[in-house]
Nanobody
Framework: QVQVVESGGAVVQPGGSLRLSCVVS????????MAWYHEAPGKQREWVAT???????TYEDSVKGRFTISRNNAQKTAYLQMNRLKHEDTGVYSC?????????????WGRGTQLTVSS
């Protein structure tokens, strides 16, 4: 069974920085895409960024230039470095991991970690 656990959430002042982590454990054949999603209070969860197993990255427009997604394949970990944080970045950040063998990929979610941007 695969487990995805996020950490690093905190209360941060506007303009501040924070790094979130996403650790994958369990019986894993291979990890493909790893992605971060954001659920703001009262809103639906939305995609933030994705990193492929070869390191290619894509970002939602509102975070381009402020957030950086990275991963350590050996440690089965993904990171989200968030800079110049804004009030609207507040919410739960969840990690999505695609894993399995090439013929049978599965998606896995973590429970999320809370970020609050407040002065």
């Amino acid at each position: 069974q695969v487990q995805v656990v996020e950490s690093g959430g905190a209360v941060v002042q506007p303009g501040g920085s924070l790094r979130l982590s996403c650790v994958v454990s369990g019986t894993i054949w291979m990890i493909y895409d790893m992605a971060w999603y954001h659920e703001a209070p009262g809103k639906q969860r939305e995609w933030v960024a994705t990193i492929t197993n070869s390191g290619s990255t894509t970002y939602e427009d509102s975070v381009k230039g402020r957030f950086t997604i990275s991963r350590n394949n050996a440690q089965k970990t993904a990171y989200l470095q968030m800079n110049r944080l804004k009030h609207e970045d507040t919410g739960v950040y969840s990690c999505y991991v695609e894993e399995g063998d090439p013929e049978n990929k599965a998606g896995n979610w973590g429970r999320g970690t809370q970020l609050t941007v407040s002065s």
